[in-house]
């Protein structure tokens, strides 16, 4: 296991480097300059010239990628051209809401697509497995953004007047915000120390900021405004995890040693619970794990959709004023996040399934 | 053993025989399709794409108006004016428009049916493109091995460490945005899984007796690989290539929600979907048909990709 835990961790560097390389020369082939893009159609050359200077973009292409490469490994990101502040500033402000809203999806995907494939499995041929299927197959056929519209004009137009009546954007309704938890427990958090940004991040995640400060009014307008686009986030992947399990359940449940033991007179429930579920969960885990990355990419448009501050949408705004550092920081940090997803579902498989080890 | 070997002599020796009367033997493919016919979700896929194929062959005859066509100045017309049918009791003074009209006051129903056009053509190019090149990388990979397979896939794996739409919004901010260059970025970010699959398909085939025997025969390397490897390693490319179909219709449309897909006035619906969100609340209609045509099409492919997958897989044979 250890051995394989390396050659696995050494393998995810080569991916990490490729990635940071291809978003630095994907950033800077992206057409029209910084500059236009900043000051407008009208920037003079002197003003032009100056604002590279500034922002260290008149260095050749090589002697930048040392400087971003040199400042990564010190996890400096540097500074958006756009709004003059840390690129690791806007991250510890936006990631949290992304992480949130992915993590969200990812827990209503796994616990409600995981029990609809035993299921369909279970009544396997039966009006109960083809219903579920076809809700299924409907799942995965929706468009992200368009499934995220129609429940906001549901929830928040159609049952407007309703108990059921949800917001449709926004992180928490106008006006509130949460006092961060270490306020709250009364420490003061030196701005100056290195832990100061870590503090900031934690508490930027309302939701586990209010539940572990008791700010229970406000842990309520948080859920109620993440339902909504979780919801959307978690059609996909939901589908699809209950796709796997039902076909990888059935498979197992025709394996040999399932009907032995049902032939000792296991009944269905147990012979599912005890013998086949377990096996039947491993390309379950495989499967999760890449739509966990998926998700990230889908919630780019859920953001869209909810007005949400979150990673992606920055990411498509910087795009399009030619913010290089904050596009190479977040692309890079978004990567590497879905690299190290990837790995832990790996990692995961490897512990499930021995034969992986051996190899 | 011996009985084995037996068998599979005159097993090639009834092979021989009818293939004299047979002009090709009995395709893999041939009992496939009859397996596919078999099964009813592979059916409705089916029907379902040829629903929308007939749409978008007769587009011009099925449109009620022009697509293009700002309607505003005429009597009874407004702004985003909701679906107004005469046999359903919308009153008679008013044009009827079956879907309604959008911001610009055209016709969303003929704009819908114009749209089938412009998704079919977003499928079938992008997955045929990524097929191509995914496959010869991956063959090229998985046949000749050594550095070859080394280059081609730490550049998979690279490619593959993005979440799809975002390297794909990263592309299109290169190239510009645009219907052309989205389809070319949906591609080039899913070449990485044909390839991979192609590999692997490959890696296993390569291996066996019927490959050796042409090696042995003198035949060369790239025949080889395109007249015996290749051919036996389609069939997970043919699953993957119809449900990948399914995903380039969604994430076409999805760059066209983002604003850097098809560009308006294009009835790309995705596109068309995005222009009309704001009036969500007022003309809830425009957001509906669009994304409802979007789903009936990606439905489509996921469902005889699954269909396909079944009559493919050699397990269920039956």
Known sequence: MVSFLVRRLLYTIPVLLGIVLVVFLLVRSIPGDPCTAMLGERATPAACEAFNAANGLNEPIPVQLGIFLGNLVQFDLGESIRFSRPVSQMLIERMPMTIELSFAAFLIALLVGVPLGILAAMRHNTKTDVATMAVANVGVSMPVFWLGLMLAYLFALLLKDTPFSLPPSGRLAAGISPIPFYEVWGRNVDPASAWAPVYEFLSNFYIFNCLISGQWSILLDAVRHLILPALALATIPLSII??????????????????????????????????????????????????????????????????????????????????YPVIQGFTVVIAAGYVLVNLAVDLSYAYLDPRIRLE | MINSARQRVLDLEKLAEESQFLEKPTSVWRSALRRLLRRKIAIAGLIIIGFWVLVALFAPLIATHDPNRGLLGQPGITRRDPPCIHAFGCSVEKPQHILGLDGNARDEFSRIVYGTRISLTIGLTTVTVAVLVGALLGAMAGYWGGWIDNAIMRVADVVLGFPALLLAIAIVAVLGPGLRNALLAIAIVTIPQYARVMRASVLQIKELDFVAASRALGASSWRILFSRVVPNALTPLVVLGTLGIASAILEAAGLGFLGVGAQPPSPEWGTMLSEERNQLFSAPHLVFFPGLAIMLVVLGFNLLGDGLRDALDPRLND
């Open chain 1, 242 to 323: 209950a796709r796997i399990t039902r076909s990888s359940l059935l498979e197992v449940l025709g394996s040999d040693y399932v009907r032995t033991a049902r032939s000792k007179g296991a009944s269905e429930r147990r012979e599912v619970s005890r013998h086949a579920l377990r096996n039947a969960l491993l390309p379950v885990v495989t499967i999760g794990g890449l739509q966990m990355g998926g998700l990230l990419g889908g919630a780019v448009l859920t953001e869209s959709v909810f007005s949400l501050a979150g990673v992606g949408r920055a990411l498509v705004e910087a795009i399009f004023s030619r913010d």
